[in-house]
């Protein structure tokens, strides 16, 4: 069993930043990657990006050049640097851990609980 513990997350204005932090915690020896997804009010969840055991990174195109995922294998912690943010980048932030395979949600293993972003001045 692992489980997934978000923090970092609050308010913020248009243009600032703000990082996240995913701990892990258990037996993630079986997990290929650790994603970032979100979920807007009054829209579904949707991808922002991916880290995998290899150390490549994936993004949405709509945070490309804003967002950075960074990973400590030492503290089992995933990060998401968020800067430049925009009002349209609030929501409830996700971490998932995903078991081998494409990277979608049918292949996540275990969530996180969420942290709330708000963007907003």
């Known amino acids: 069993q692992v489980q997934l513990v978000e923090s970092g997350g609050g308010l913020v204005q248009p243009g600032g930043s703000l990082r996240l932090s995913c701990a892990a915690s258990?037996?993630?020896?079986?997990?290929?990657?650790m994603a970032w997804y979100r979920q807007a009010p009054g829209k579904q969840r949707e991808f922002v990006g991916v880290?995998?055991?290899?150390?490549?990174?994936h993004y949405a195109d709509f945070v490309k050049g804003r967002f950075t995922i960074s990973g400590d294998n030492a503290q089992n912690t995933v990060y998401l640097q968020m800067n430049r943010v925009l009002p349209e980048d609030t929501g409830v932030y996700y971490c998932?851990?995903?078991?081998?395979?494409?990277?979608?949600?049918?292949?996540?293993?275990?969530w996180g609980q969420g942290t709330q972003v708000t963007v907003s001045s």
């Open positions: 998932a851990a995903h078991n081998p395979g494409l990277v979608s949600e049918s292949t996540v293993a275990y």
């Open positions: 880290l995998t055991r290899a150390g490549v990174t």
């Open positions: 258990g037996d993630t020896s079986s997990l290929s990657s």
